[in-house]
């Protein structure tokens, strides 16, 4: 009988919304598995929940780098030898001002490359430990900006946003994998959900903040609440959606 404690993976976990995600699954009694692409910060983190009483270390990550990714799903496999939740919570947001007819290609590569092929690697690597666990569950940590409901409807505050190329595409389409992936392993104990946490005060949102002057008083925690609930739902529970604090968020 395997002994270990249950496990959880949360990429770009050393600091923001990611680092409070690992947090409250910590809280709830998780092991914790801090994915960053710095050694340092990652230990950095760890050892914070590690002070505070919680069962945590660093694994260095780069969601972008196939060997990054491939050494980290071998460090797991050989310790702690069990995963059964995974965040993908690495994310970047590209330029704060970035209209489609004025298109960086480079930096569209760059936000796609960590939003969406970042969460394929991490996901596909981590997957046969997954599926080797009693309750896997997997959250994409995705953006109410991806909702296409929402950027088309001239009630919501989203119509009146500046048109920007890279970051909402990426989210969109890191959505419609959510469903596929959900699709794929629906006849499995493994759960795959995405979750919107809505613009919290952190350092991804300084770039947008400083570009559009406005201010954001959301909290880190509040934003990972939904990434927790659905990290640890009930084997009753929900595949394929997208929630937010508020219950289902319109694709």
Request: aromatic share 4%; glycine share 8%.
């Amino acid at each position: 009988m395997d002994t270990t404690p249950a496990t959880a993976l949360v990429t770009g976990a050393n600091k923001g919304i990611g680092h409070a995600i690992a947090k409250g699954l910590a809280e709830r009694g998780l092991s914790v598995l801090i994915g960053a692409r710095d050694p340092k910060l990652g230990e950095k983190a760890a050892a914070s929940l590690r002070e505070a009483g919680h069962d945590a270390r660093a694994v260095v990550l780069d969601v972008t780098d196939p060997a990054s990714v491939r050494a980290a799903a071998e460090q797991i496999t050989a310790d702690p030898g069990r995963l059964d939740v995974l965040v993908n919570n690495a994310g970047i947001s590209g330029p704060a001002v970035h209209p489609p007819d004025e298109a960086d290609m480079d930096a569209v590569h760059r936000v796609f490359d960590t939003n969406l092929y970042g969460v394929i690697r991490v996901t596909n690597a981590m997957l046969p430990l997954l599926r080797r666990s009693p309750a896997g569950r997997i959250v994409n940590i995705s953006s109410g900006t991806s909702s296409m409901a929402a950027m088309t409807d001239p009630a919501h505050y989203f119509w009146n946003m500046d048109a920007s190329v890279a970051y909402p595409a990426s989210k969109a389409a890191l959505n419609m994998l959510t469903i596929q992936y959900a699709k794929r392993l629906r006849d499995t104990n493994i759960l795959v959900n995405a979750a919107a946490p809505g613009a919290c005060a952190t350092d991804f949102l300084i770039p947008f903040t400083r570009a559009t002057g406005r201010t954001v008083d959301r909290t880190a925690e509040q934003g990972a609440a939904i990434a927790i609930r659905l990290a640890t739902l009930d084997d009753d529970g929900p595949t394929g959606g997208f929630f937010d604090d508020d219950g289902p968020v319109p694709w």
